[in-house]
């Protein structure tokens, strides 16, 4: 076998093995956890591996997704393991330097914008119609997730 072809086989076995190298370099309390996700999706299954593979005492727990499972690792005691994407800590960690509650601020600016909106369209053509409904439908969603940033 070429030199080449077989560390690119090793490699992503070496980064797989490093990744859980902070579970073995310290024994658990007994009351550690993962948060992972709902108890029926594949992260929630993954907790539950690596505690029956990895580590019998580490308790699984499930929550309601990402943004949950950063809050727990941050705020709740005995939770010393999270499963997040990376896109949504990263998103986290952004908004919350700039506010501490974005999605109220997002909601509030959204809230004023969509009776802007709707005045316009009172005024503008007498009410509304079911184009400018969903077309609003889609300009709120897309006003809301700008105002996140």
Known sequence: ???GKMAGKVLPLFSAALC????????LKAEEAIVTGNKTGTYYAIGEDL?????????????NGSIDNIK?????AGVSFAIVQSDVYQAYVHLAKEDQDPAIRAWAITLIFVFGYQRFIHKRLGGQTGDTLGAGNELFEVFFLLMLF
Do not use: I, R
């Open 1 to 3: 076998m070429k030199p």
């Open 20 to 27: 859980f190298l902070p579970l073995f370099s310290s024994p």
């Open 51 to 63: 505690s029956k593979f990895v580590m019998p005492e580490l308790k699984v727990n499930p929550s």
């Open 72 to 76: 727990a690792l941050s705020k709740s």
